[in-house]
């Protein structure tokens, strides 16, 4: 892989990931507002936007683990913590709306 494909494949990520990320964040808001369809549609695009970005980590981890050898740029290590916290911020995202749900669900019975 090429130092010029590493960067786009850097990129990628951090695309696919801060979406994710931004959509994890409306759900929570939606959440708070109590408007769960709308929370649960923006998890459901936060989880495709970082099944997008991991297709482009799995390239990356295929590719060495077929032998191929390359330099790891600093923009990558930053992609790669773009992912995960978009993957740690989703999945807390969608804990907080199922708590609100409860919590409603509670309030109300």
């Given at each position: 892989?090429?130092?010029?494909?590493?960067?786009?494949?850097?990129?990628?990520?951090?695309?696919?990931?801060?979406?994710?990320?931004?959509?994890?964040?409306?759900?929570?808001?939606?959440?708070?507002?109590?408007?769960?369809?709308?929370?649960d549609q923006k998890l459901s695009e936060a989880e495709s936007e970082l099944a997008k970005a991991h297709?482009?980590?799995?390239?990356?981890?295929?590719?060495?683990?077929?032998?191929?050898?390359?330099?790891?740029?600093?923009?990558?290590?930053?992609?790669?913590?773009?992912?995960?916290?978009?993957?740690?911020?989703?999945?807390?995202?969608?804990?907080?709306?199922?708590?609100?749900?409860?919590?409603?669900?509670?309030?109300?019975?």
């Amino acid at each position: 892989m090429t130092k010029e494909e590493l960067y786009h494949l850097s990129f990628q990520l951090i695309l696919y990931s801060g979406n994710a990320r931004s959509l994890a964040m409306e759900a929570i808001y939606h959440g708070k507002e109590k408007d769960f369809t709308n929370a649960d549609q923006k998890l459901s695009e936060a989880e495709s936007e970082l099944a997008k970005a991991h297709q482009f980590q799995t390239q990356l981890i295929q590719a060495e683990a077929s032998g191929e050898e390359f330099d790891i740029p600093i923009i990558l290590i930053h992609a790669q913590d773009h992912l995960m916290t978009a993957i740690t911020l989703k999945d807390l995202a969608k804990e907080m709306v199922d708590l609100r749900k409860e919590f409603l669900k509670k309030e109300k019975g």
